[in-house]
């Protein structure tokens, strides 16, 4: 799920701007390419008060390239006024948990099984390019299932540094990272089997807070070594064609995401992500925490005050 195989691009550690939750600040940062931690205190909002004011954004640039953007989402789109934020984003279609029924303890095979049908009813019906944002539930927690309920190898206490507590919520944190991964493989699988090219980019919208024993267990080096380790988690970009370029950074800053994203994919980055493209390459990935200060106000500047990113 997070090695670099022959089909990868890009991955490693990504930075993100939540911990514990906040999932739709993660979506907000990864679709507009701004991180919501600009925005001050109401940036937690930012499904209500910024993305009805976005002039830029991932399915906005695809638009203007022919594709169709659909949200999978499997909870109720009025959670955080999700189904108007994606309208916003410029989404064309929305399917949330009003379609599906999903539990919330649904598996993410279950939900990439209903990304398969919506897949196939998409291509009988068009040969337009698609992209596709799908939400997973199932890691975001609790992590409290007994161990006697997970699937071996996961159902006993597998770290004998850790307390009970502790290992039955790593025990199921793994089991469902198994699940994901089996999920993950299955839907490369469809989009990689046919003629045209196909790219599958996954990463982690926030680290789990284990009812808060996260912030108690000891971090390693190479977590530390990265900044702050609890905005710490993963990205990983595989495309289908041999020829799409790679990319390699120490740290991944969110707001870059979908800038990397149209580079893989080799499309037009048009006037907001090709600004979003240089910041990234002069900072080596870092985003907030630049550290060219001037370089970083100097972008800023340009966004908001040229390419006028948040309207009134």
């Known amino acids: 799920m997070f090695r670099d195989d022959a089909q990868t691009n890009a991955h490693?550690?990504?930075r993100v701007h939540a911990w514990g939750g906040g999932t739709w600040t993660s979506e907000f940062?990864?679709?507009?390419?701004?991180?919501t931690p600009m925005f001050g205190p109401g940036g937690i909002y930012a499904p209500y008060?910024?993305?009805p004011r976005v002039s830029f954004s991932l399915p906005r640039l695809l638009k203007t390239q022919g594709y169709r953007s659909i949200a999978i989402y499997p909870l109720d789109g009025n959670f955080v006024n999700a189904r108007h934020a994606y309208s916003a984003y410029g989404f064309d279609e929305f399917y949330d948990n009003n379609v599906f029924h999903f539990a919330w303890?649904?598996?993410d095979l279950d939900i990439e099984r209903e990304f398969e049908k919506i897949y196939r009813d998409e291509r009988a019906k068009s040969d337009q390019p698609l992209f596709f944002m799908i939400l997973t539930m199932r890691q975001h927690g609790p992590h409290n299932d007994a161990l006697e309920k997970l699937a071996q190898p996961f159902?006993?206490?597998?770290?004998?540094?850790?307390?009970?507590?502790r290992n039955r919520n790593m025990s199921n944190y793994l089991a469902r990272l198994h699940g994901s991964d089996e999920a993950l493989a299955a839907m490369q699988k469809t989009l990689f089997s046919g003629s045209r090219p196909a790219m599958l980019v996954h990463f982690?919208?926030?680290?789990p807070s284990f009812d808060g024993l996260m912030l108690k267990i000891q971090r390693t080096a190479a977590a530390l070594a990265l900044g702050d380790p609890y905005t710490v988690t993963y990205y990983?970009?595989?495309g289908s064609t041999a020829d799409s370029p790679h990319f390699s950074y120490a740290s991944l800053d969110l707001g870059f995401l979908a800038g990397l994203i149209i580079d893989v994919a080799g499309l037009p980055e048009g006037a907001f992500f090709q600004a979003n493209a240089l910041m990234r390459e002069r900072c080596g990935g870092r985003y907030l925490d630049c550290q060219d200060k001037d370089l970083l106000e100097s972008y800023q500047s340009h966004l908001f005050n040229r390419?006028?990113?948040?309207?009134r």
Do not use: C, W
């Open 155 to 165: 159902d006993h206490a597998l770290f004998a540094s850790l307390d009970e507590t």
């Open 105 to 107: 303890t649904s598996t």
């Open 29 to 35: 940062a990864l679709l507009t390419g701004l991180p």
């Open 12 to 14: 490693g550690a990504l």
């Open 204 to 207: 982690g919208d926030h680290q």
């Open 236 to 238: 990983k970009i595989d």
């Open 307 to 311: 390419l006028h990113v948040i309207g």
């Open 49 to 51: 008060n910024l993305a």
